[in-house]
């Protein structure tokens, strides 16, 4: 309930953006298929062609993974799971772990229904520096989606003024 809470006024446009509720109706979720075992002898793709296979016929998945070679890997455990496909569309989009709601795109919604994904950084998890080479990996992912699907990116009013860069993840309140 506090998403409903974060607004922001867009100069350009006088209009308010509010992060939308979980619970809010939405076009898809995005996922990012597992690019290596989290826990060895229990892989992630097991969890992820459930989540996968769940969501049929309630949502689009919007899945991302490294490149052909792994869209190729990921479709054919799908339908070796029985997980039907018609309602994921696949990106190749490289990332470097399965946490879509830390580093993938934070959508905001205007009042008259318009898209944006708002741009923060990402800093993996605290354990690296905003510089090192894992948190740069990962921390332009939500910028990428956004050239991907054409929805307009908003930077951190923070990180335009003073040239620091704001760490948020999605999963934190």
């Known amino acids: 309930a506090w998403a409903l809470l974060v607004t922001a006024t867009c100069a350009s446009a006088e209009e308010n953006w ?3 509720g979980e619970y809010a109706s939405h076009q898809a979720i995005w996922l990012l298929w597992p690019v290596f075992e989290n826990k060895a002898g229990f892989p992630s793709t097991d969890p992820m062609s459930e989540m996968i296979r769940a969501l049929h016929g309630h949502t689009q998945v919007n899945l991302a993974v490294q490149d052909s ?3 190729g890997g990921a479709r054919q455990l799908l339908l070796a799971k029985g997980v039907p496909l018609d309602h994921v569309h696949f990106f190749q989009l490289p990332h470097g772990d399965i946490w879509a709601r830390d580093t993938g795109p934070q959508f905001t919604r205007s009042d008259s229904g318009r898209l944006r994904i708002n741009d923060w950084g990402f800093n993996m998890w ?3 520096e905003p510089e090192s080479d894992a948190s740069t990996f990962d921390e332009p ?3 990428t ?3 991907t699907i054409g929805v307009p990116v908003l930077a951190s009013r923070a990180g335009r003024e ?3 860069r704001m760490i948020h993840e999605g999963g934190s309140p």
């Open 18 to 20: 509010v992060f939308p």
């Open 145 to 147: 989606v956004a050239a």
């Open 69 to 71: 070679v792994d869209e």
């Open 162 to 164: 003073s040239g620091v």
């Open 126 to 128: 605290g354990h690296e």
């Open 141 to 143: 992912f939500d910028r």
